[in-house]
């Protein structure tokens, strides 16, 4: 079957493998870790720096706003634009570095190890989904790839929803810290982990098959899907060391 023929539903990966030209060189899973591996220690250190800053007084609000708002906004263009996802994800690892540190660096103020429990969680889920994949103890089928798709479009849509009407100063239910908004972060984080489920499936499906420059495009959908758990895994923990 041609490539241009094959079509996912993957929301990250949609599109990322029958646009552009023919290469002679192919995506491969070398080509994908060190590439993500590159992007998560760039972030790393920024977020370590501007987790300092934090401590040495400074306000780092701004930086977490405009980090959210620019990865978003690169995302988006990266979604249109295939082809400068080479350019554009390494701006968009150093949008998320800032916004990771800013909030990373407010949950370290008010509760000081949730942060590193969190990144703890988030690499062990990741190799146990990884897992959990691998000896195909989960099989992504089709039915299971629509119900994950579908759950973290909801999950999206309710974020945003909540985010514009916060700007008009309406508080919703997912932000406090009752036992519903608890019972939502975790179903959040619980679509995140098995979000990994589909970029796993889908940089084994077009391995060696779709060309070089879309390592840029799986690094991105791979590093959305952990920064996505990462931040629900430690919104969860602060709600619950606040309830408890």
Not at 32 to 53: D, M, R
Not at 116 to 126: E, R
Not at 199 to 223: M, S, V
Request: include cysteine; glycine fraction near 6%.
């Amino acid at each position: 079957m041609s490539l241009s023929n094959y079509k996912t539903n993957n929301p990250v990966f949609s599109g990322y493998f029958w646009d552009g030209p023919k290469e002679s060189k192919k995506m491969t899973v070398t080509g994908i870790f060190i590439k993500s591996l590159s992007c998560i220690l760039v972030i790393a250190g920024i977020t370590a720096y501007i987790w300092k800053l934090s401590e040495e007084g400074m306000s780092v609000r701004w930086f977490t706003l405009g980090g959210m708002l620019a990865a978003i906004i690169i995302s988006i263009v990266i979604s249109v634009r295939h082809h400068w996802a080479p350019s554009l994800v390494p701006l968009y690892t150093i949008a998320k570095g800032f916004f990771l540190g800013g909030f990373s660096a407010y949950a370290h103020r008010h509760f000081p190890e949730l942060p590193y429990q969190a990144i703890g969680v988030t690499i062990v889920t990741f190799f146990v989904m990884l897992l959990l994949y691998q000896t195909r103890i989960i099989i992504v089928t089709k039915k299971l790839r629509s119900v994950i798709i579908t759950s973290a479009a909801s999950i999206f849509v309710v974020y945003i929803i909540s985010w514009i009407l916060g700007f008009f100063g309406i508080k919703t239910y997912i932000w406090g810290t009752s036992w519903f908004a608890i019972v939502f972060n975790c179903i959040a984080a619980i679509v995140a982990s098995f979000s990994l489920l589909l970029d796993f499936d889908y940089i084994e499906r077009y391995k060696n098959r779709a060309p070089k420059w879309k390592e840029w495009l799986a690094t991105w959908g791979l590093l959305a899907t952990l920064i996505w758990l990462y931040v629900e895994t430690l919104r969860l923990m602060q709600k619950l060391a606040i309830r408890f």
